[in-house]
């Protein structure tokens, strides 16, 4: 792997890892109060269950960003991809600061519907 290809891996890691961080420092305070006393339904997962399918969820979106940006910047079709990547980013990222920043679960609702 040359140094190009080592640079693009560190900044799809950094990208995702900095959402992931600002999406923590909502949630932290506001899952241990809000999210643990809200009433859900009996097939509602345990909560470990989250941060290890989160944690792998985007371990797999940083290496396909990886994949798709060693096609090489010059490419339209990598440009392309990689914008729908970051708008995705976004959209993933904010909807954590809407559902436990806001408590506004129906917005999450839609604005997680309309990211996919």
Sequence with gaps: MGIKSII???VARGTRL???LIAFVVVADNFKT??????????TPP???FGLV???????IRVAAFLVWQ???GAA?????LGWFLVQLVLNASWTPVFFGLHRTGLALVRSCCSR
């Design 34 to 43: 809000w999210y643990l006393a809200i009433e859900k339904r009996a097939f």
């Design 18 to 20: 900095s959402a992931g």
């Design 71 to 73: 096609k090489g910047l």
């Design 77 to 81: 079709s990598v440009k392309v991809a």
């Design 47 to 49: 909560t470990w269950v």
């Design 8 to 10: 693009r891996l560190v």
């Design 54 to 60: 989160w944690t792998v969820l985007y371990v797999l």
